[in-house]
């Protein structure tokens, strides 16, 4: 019966207050609702009684909350999730990478690696792999051990055929990967230009400049304050010019950032930095 057990405002944010001070994870800027589903979906995997139970054993027991901290956010993700979006990017800002001698990319929140992938299989097919570091973040350790594996399972391969597709029509979506015992391992040379590592965006900084970020489905999460935090910290990383990708139901246009951003294609979400003024003097 957890699912549907009424957790209180308050009592969520006691235990949110005293995993920051025991473990220093703070999702105290997350929004309640995101909290409240996942300490309900944590309840019941769990099968935990009561929220004060819950409280107890996480704040008393640092193995269990490692265990929790693998459920506390939502890791939903496909392969080449949201063609439209990758046909953008492929066609708009890939060649634009391209005229740098190398590229860094930063896949902030990238869950269990699908769209990681996605977007290193672009990269090879444009011959930009070679030349290209993509630095692939997540708070979750769980999410980033599936990535590193790079194997999912054989039942998500023909959407993801599908999806991959769309955003390139001819190609052929069964050379990267080989089914076994249902599931599909990825070709591990995609592997080979991704560094997958835990950065967590509420408390961590800026680690490298680089050309492109993306960050999608994340920031939907996030409140108002927390998602300009966020904002900010891809703004300083990012180079001049540089792109930055959110998700489709995310956006900069209530941002404080948002003015210096202009979207590179309408509703795609893929923004660039604009000139600014006092740039455009010189
Ligand atoms: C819904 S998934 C999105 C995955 C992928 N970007 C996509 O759009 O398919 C959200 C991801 O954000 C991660 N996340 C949540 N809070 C975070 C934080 N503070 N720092 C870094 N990643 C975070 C979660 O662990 C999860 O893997």
Redesign the pocket.
Known sequence: MTAGVPLEPWAMQALVDGIYQRYGY??RA?TAESLKRRFQFVMKRFAVGSFDQLQDMILSDPDFFLDVLGH???????LF??PAFYAALNREVLPRLATYPSIKIW??????G??VYSLAILLREANLLQNTVIYA????PL?LDKARAGVYPVTSIQKATENYRSVVPNGDFSRYYVANYGMAALDRRLRESIVFAE??????SVFSEVQLI?????L???DKA?QER?LKLFDESLCHRGFLAV?IKESLQFSLLGPAYEEVVPRTRIYQKRISCSQQKY
């Open positions: 703070d999702f997350y506390l956010t939502v890791t939903t993700t496909e999730r949201d896949h902030a929140g990238c869950s269990s699908e769209e973040t997540d708070i979750n999410a950065h967590n965006l509420v408390t961590d993306l960050c999608r489905n994340v939907i999460y996030f927390l966020a998700g």
